[in-house]
């Protein structure tokens, strides 16, 4: 079955750091990426997606690319802000209408 | 305005007691879904539905039940909460089609068992 892999956390990175959190997935088809973001006590908030190989997402400084030769679908930011601190979820939807998820990264930025 | 709506935020219940959170949304999707999510933990999928079609994981306790009466709204029913139940529940949202959808989620139920 589908399933995705994530970087286990939590990650510490001071402010202006540069981010990285690594997201695998294993599919029987062609699934679409996502990355979603939980801030404490609140539901999940889509961050970016993409739904084909060598596609780039990319929403608010964050970037992640569609890599089908490695299925990675890693998370970059060049410039972490405290506000960035939250947890970062990994996940994947293909044609059976599911979501999976990775088990999620916590992201503490400090100032 | 909110378009995933779960009522209410937080639910305390007895130790098998029965228990049922609600969802609603306004997007008109054809896809809802419950996820549990313990702390520190991903969501973990328990069902879904497309239009009326129910879809259980293999791996959902049948204590856990849903319905979903019409389009708006969805209903996760816990028949007897144990102490393991206590989570967050996440409803969320997605439209039919191929892949590359996205699903739109409500703030969340938090359950605490008692």
């Known amino acids: 079955g589908n399933s995705v892999t994530q970087m286990e956390g939590p990650v510490t990175l001071s402010e202006e750091a540069f981010l990285t959190i690594n997201c695998t997935y294993t599919?029987?088809?062609?699934?679409?990426l996502f990355w979603y973001v939980q801030y404490p006590g609140e539901g999940l908030q889509l961050l970016l997606k993409?739904?084909?190989?060598?596609d780039k997402g990319s929403n608010k400084g964050f970037e992640a690319t569609y890599r089908k030769e490695t299925t990675s679908f890693h998370l970059e930011k060049g410039s972490v802000q405290v506000s960035d601190s939250a947890v970062y979820f990994c996940?994947?939807?293909?044609?059976?209408?599911?979501?999976?998820f990775g088990a999620g990264t916590r992201l503490t930025v400090k100032p | 305005d909110a378009m995933v709506i779960q009522n209410p935020r937080y639910q305390v219940t007895q130790f098998g007691k029965p228990v049922t959170l609600s969802c609603s949304q306004t997007?008109?999707?054809?896809?809802m879904y419950w996820y549990q999510q313990k702390s520190s933990q991903a969501p973990k999928l328990l069902f879904h539905y497309y239009d009326k079609d129910f879809n259980n994981e293999a791996d959902t306790p049948d204590n856990f039940q849903s319905r979903r009466p019409n389009t708006s709204f969805c209903f996760l029913d816990i028949r007897s909460p144990g102490l393991g139940d206590a989570a967050m529940y996440l409803c969320?949202?997605?439209?039919?089609?191929?892949?590359?959808?996205?699903?739109?989620f409500g703030q969340g139920t938090r359950l605490t068992v008692v």
């Open positions: 969320a949202t997605s439209s039919t089609g191929t892949g590359g959808k996205r699903a739109f």
């Open positions: 996940a994947l939807s293909d044609l059976g209408n599911d979501m999976r």
């Open positions: 599919a029987t088809g062609y699934p679409s």
């Open positions: 997007l008109n999707h054809n896809v």
């Open positions: 993409a739904t084909k190989a060598d």
